[in-house]
């Protein structure tokens, strides 16, 4: 074990959903490798849509009083952070987007606290529209100054019902080879620090 910190986020309201179960089983292959895991749902959180009244620019807080603030420390406090949504309208379910936005604000009022450390974007849907939707959170990856390592895919996964995640073979396959490749990034930068 080390003492480096993963944190994944899943953007799904579902419990037992197809986001989570993708996103634990991430989690579980980077705890093989060494990591601290740490999962967030965003089930039943406040995940409020960022007002754009610039209150974090001047006095580096968010004036929106939700969940969003408590999420925004423990990504800040991890080395790595995963986030996981399913997809919707062929884009990114509502409550990451939101996420997003305040987080990256937020970050930024902040004097960047999220550049340089490692993370990635995962998506499930029943059909299509991952792409879409992985390049919405990767934008946000790559404007934080994140590293994102890759995998044999992009990191997505097919399903509809609660656990049909389970049985794309592929899909798991692809989230196994982008954790180990999340934690060998994170131990090579930190060894090298
Ligand atoms: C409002 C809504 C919109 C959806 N839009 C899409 C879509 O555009 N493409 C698709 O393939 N599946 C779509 N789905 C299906 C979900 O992506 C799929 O059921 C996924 O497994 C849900 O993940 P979860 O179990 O983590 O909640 C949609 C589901 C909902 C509820």
């Not at 995940?47 to 420390?73: G, L, M, Q, Y």
């Not at 997809?87 to 604000?105: E, N, P």
């Not at 934008?139 to 609660?162: C, D, K, R």
């Not at 794309?168 to 994170?186: I, M, Q, V």
Request: charged residues 20%; hydrophobic residues 45%; glycine residues 10%.
């Amino acid at each position: 074990m080390t003492n480096l910190t993963v944190v994944g986020v899943s953007g799904s309201p579902r419990a037992g959903g197809n986001t989570e179960t993708l996103l634990r089983h991430t989690l579980g292959v980077c705890a093989a490798e060494g990591l601290s895991t740490d999962f967030i749902s965003l089930r039943g959180l406040r995940i409020e849509p960022c007002r754009a009244c610039r209150t974090c620019s001047r006095s580096k807080v968010c004036a929106v009083t939700d969940d969003v603030p408590a999420i925004f420390d423990r990504l800040a406090a991890a080395d790595a952070f995963i986030l996981a949504a399913p997809v919707y309208f062929s884009g990114t379910a509502g409550q990451m987007k939101c996420l997003i936005d305040r987080l990256g604000y937020l970050s930024m009022a902040r004097g960047r606290v999220f550049e340089r450390k490692v993370g990635g974007p995962m998506a499930v849907a029943r059909r299509a529209g991952q792409n879409f939707a992985l390049a919405e959170m990767m934008f946000f990856f790559l404007h934080q100054g994140m590293i994102v390592p890759g995998s044999t895919y992009w990191n997505m996964a097919i399903g509809l019902h609660e656990g049909d995640v389970s049985e794309d073979a592929e899909g798991l396959r692809t989230a196994e080879n982008f954790a180990r490749n999340l934690a060998w990034t994170l131990k090579k930068l930190r060894a090298a620090d």
